[in-house]
Structures are given as structure tokens and as C-alpha cells.
């Protein structure tokens, strides 16, 4: 099977295995899966652009989808495994959604630790 195909049926895998509190919550985001990071952040394994749920007012409207977009070439490079690269594609999606909800990477960490 092409890395490609897998990498997109295991992200979709996480997506779908989400608490379905998130998929109701969840409003105007969309996926993508890109093969290369940004040149300037070349250890990046996801990233959320768009205005978190938290910081949407009532003038929220018409805008576009914000995006968390998975970098495969990172993702794929961490992992050894399939059942590894399974978990961190699971958890990379879950921590950009955390984001969309408007957790910040600090508190992503102070969570982590316990």
C-alpha cells in the first residue's frame, strides 16, 4: 500500500475515533495532509491556522475554514513503527484540535504531564 494512502486512512482513523462531543463541537475546520513542512520549521508535525472556537464573537461569519494541516515527511520520520505511526498521528491530530478549541500549547503541555 503507497505511505500516502495509509498515512490519509489513519488520519482519517483518528478523526473518527474522536469523542462525538468533538465532532458536534467542532465548526468551520478542515484536515489537509501536506508531504513536506514549512522551510522554516522543518520539525513540525501539525499546525492550526484559523480563529479558535474561544475567540469566535457573534461578527464570526462567512469566514473560511480554518485548517490543521499534518506534515507526513515529520510524522512518517518519528515513527518505527505502524502501531507508532498510528499514535502519533492520533495525537497530532487530537493536539491541533485542542487548539481549534482554543487550548494553548502551554496548557497542551501542563495537560501532558499528568
Do not use: C, K
Not at 9 to 26: F, N, T
Not at 67 to 83: P, Q, Y
Amino acid at each position: 500500500m503507497e505511505s500516502r494512502t495509509r498515512f490519509e486512512e489513519l488520519a482519517a482513523q483518528a478523526l473518527d475515533s474522536l469523542p462525538e462531543w468533538v465532532h458536534d463541537r467542532m465548526s468551520n475546520v478542515e484536515v489537509l495532509i501536506e508531504e513536506h513542512t514549512p522551510a522554516d520549521q522543518p520539525n513540525l508535525l501539525g499546525l492550526y491556522e484559523g480563529v479558535p472556537l474561544s475567540n469566535r464573537g457573534y461578527g464570526y461569519s462567512g469566514a473560511l475554514p480554518d485548517r490543521i494541516t499534518l506534515f507526513r515527511n515529520t510524522i512518517e520520520e518519528m515513527a518505527r513503527t505502524d502501531d507508532e505511526l498510528r499514535q502519533l498521528i492520533a495525537r497530532t491530530v487530537a493536539h491541533e484540535i485542542a487548539h481549534h478549541f482554543g487550548i494553548s500549547d502551554e496548557r497542551l503541555r501542563e495537560i501532558d504531564r499528568y
